[in-house]
Structure formats: structure tokens, C-alpha cells
Nanobody, 124 residues
């Protein structure tokens, strides 16, 4: 069992930055592929970014490429999402998730464990 807790959400202005953290319980954090998803009001939950077990491989949705950076610190059992140049369309609840699939996946069906979500609001 893996428990995930997100933090770092809040209100930012257009062009601003926020850094999300996802703290994981348990001693097997480095055995999971990790991902960030987001869900805006009235929309489906979408993949934002994902990172391999070692951190050596990453995936980004086209909408956030060049603006967001995913990283992880396996010694601290923590994953991060640095969000720069924020836009109003980035407003959503952001979720972290853990996957036991062999490869990075954009599909939420590949992820076994989920955090409770943290709200990010970007004002125009």
C-alpha cells in the first residue's frame, strides 16, 4: 500500500510559478513510476507529466512542455512539479499518482494509487 499526499497548490497570477510536492509513504517509492494529473471543472482528468522510477525518463503533455518540470527525490520519497509561466487554463485540481506498469503511461488506468488532490488557481 502506498499513500500519497500533495501540497503546494494555491493561487498564482498569470505568468507566475508554483511548485507542487507529492509525499509518499512506504519504503518502495522508487519501485513506482509517478505521474501528475489534473482535472478542471467540468472536464476529464488529464495526464500532465510522468517520471520513471530512476527519474531518467519523463513525459509531458504538449500543453505544459517547456513550462512544467517533473522531478523526484527517491531518498525523500517525494515527487515534484515545478510550474512556471502559469496560464489561466492551468487552473485545476492536481493529483499525483503511482504506477506499477513497466513503462511510463499517460493513462490514469495504469496508476494504482492516488493522492487527494491540491487546487491550483491561476488568475488572469
Amino acid at each position: 500500500q502506498l499513500q500519497l499526499v500533495e501540497s503546494g497548490g494555491g493561487l498564482a497570477q498569470t505568468g507566475g510559478s508554483l511548485k507542487l510536492s507529492c509525499a509518499a509513504s512506504g519504503r518502495t517509492f522508487n519501485s513506482y513510476i509517478m505521474g501528475w494529473f489534473r482535472q478542471a471543472p467540468g472536464k476529464e482528468r488529464d495526464s500532465v507529466a510522468a517520471i520513471s522510477r530512476s527519474g531518467g525518463a519523463t513525459y509531458y503533455a504538449d500543453s505544459v512542455k517547456g513550462r512544467f518540470t517533473i522531478s523526484r527525490d527517491n531518498a525523500k520519497n517525494t515527487m515534484y512539479l515545478q510550474m512556471n509561466t502559469l496560464k489561466p487554463e492551468d487552473t485545476a485540481v492536481y493529483f499525483c499518482a503511482a504506477s506499477q506498469f513497466p513503462l511510463i503511461s499517460r493513462s490514469e488506468n495504469a496508476y494504482n494509487y492516488w493522492g487527494q488532490g491540491t487546487q491550483v488557481t491561476v488568475s488572469s
